[in-house]
C-alpha cells in the first residue's frame, strides 16, 4: 500500500536562504509523486510531478525535487527562499498508473520566511 | 477562465441541517473527487467519479452522498450535518485515461463551520 510522510510540519528559513522540505514515500511499484503548495485560504497549486522520467524534476517559482529510489525520498527544494514562498506544501502519491488513480496526501509541511 | 469553480466559499450550519456543496469543471476532465483537509491531516477522500453516472467511496465517505449526472458537475451533500464535518471541502478534476499524468486541478475550496 502507499504511504507518504513528511518529515517536518513546521519548517522556517530565513529570506535568500535555501529551503528543504522532506518526503519519504511507501510504494510496492515505481510511484507517480507530487508536490501541491496551498497559500493561506486558496486552493492547492501544482508545483511539480515525477512520473519515472528523470529523477530530478523542476517545478515552477525555481522549486524542485529529486526522487531518490534508494531512499524512499523525493524531498523538495528551493536554492533561495522569497518572502512570496510562505504557504504549505503537500507531499502526494498516487496509488496507480492511471492518470485518474486515487492520490494519497501527506499531512503537510508549513513554510515559513524570516524577513 | 477554466478551471474547478466551487460554491459556496463559507458555509455556516447548525447540527441536523442538510446542504449541497457544488463543484463544476469546464475541462472535459473525466475523474472529479471531493477531499476534506483538517488540521495536521492533509487531505482525506469523501468520494470521487470516474466518469458520469459513477461515483464511488474515498476514506472517509460517511455523511455525505455524491452523484454524477454530468460531466461537468460533482455536487457534494450533507445529510444531517454534525459538528465533526466542520472542515475545508476541496474538489479536484483531471483527465482520465492511462499513461499520461496531468496532476489534479483544485478548487479554491469550501470552508464549511457547523455549530
Known amino acids: 500500500a502507499q504511504s507518504v510522510t513528511q518529515l517536518d510540519s513546521h519548517v522556517s528559513v530565513s529570506e535568500g536562504t535555501p529551503v528543504l522540505l522532506r518526503c519519504n514515500y511507501s510504494s510496492s511499484y515505481s510511484p507517480s509523486l507530487f508536490w501541491y503548495v496551498q497559500h493561506p485560504n486558496k486552493g492547492l497549486q501544482l508545483l511539480l510531478k515525477y512520473t519515472s522520467a528523470a529523477t530530478l524534476v523542476k517545478g515552477i517559482n525555481g522549486f524542485e525535487a529529486e526522487f531518490k529510489k534508494s531512499e524512499t525520498s523525493f524531498h523538495l527544494t528551493k536554492p533561495s527562499a522569497h518572502m512570496s514562498d510562505a504557504a504549505e506544501y503537500f507531499c502526494v502519491v498516487k496509488k496507480g498508473y492511471s492518470s485518474a488513480s486515487k492520490i494519497i496526501f501527506g499531512s503537510g509541511t508549513r513554510l515559513s520566511i524570516r524577513p | 477562465n477554466a478551471g474547478v469553480t466551487q460554491t459556496p466559499k463559507f458555509q455556516v450550519l447548525k447540527t441536523g441541517q442538510s446542504m449541497t456543496l457544488q463543484c463544476a469543471q469546464d475541462?472535459?476532465?473525466?475523474?472529479m473527487s471531493w477531499y476534506r483537509q483538517d488540521p495536521g491531516m492533509g487531505l482525506r477522500l469523501i468520494h470521487y467519479?470516474?466518469?458520469?453516472?459513477?461515483?464511488d467511496q474515498g476514506e472517509v465517505p460517511n455523511g455525505y452522498n455524491v452523484s454524477r449526472s454530468t460531466t461537468e458537475d460533482f455536487p457534494l451533500r450533507l445529510l444531517s450535518a454534525a459538528p465533526s464535518q466542520t472542515s475545508v471541502y476541496f474538489c479536484?478534476?483531471?483527465?482520465?485515461?492511462?499513461?499520461?499524468?496531468?496532476?489534479?486541478?483544485f478548487g479554491s475550496g469550501t470552508r464549511l463551520t457547523v455549530v
Open positions: 479536484a478534476s483531471t483527465p482520465g485515461g492511462q499513461g499520461v499524468d496531468y496532476g489534479y486541478t
Open positions: 475541462m472535459n476532465h473525466e475523474y
Open positions: 467519479s470516474v466518469g458520469a453516472g459513477i461515483t
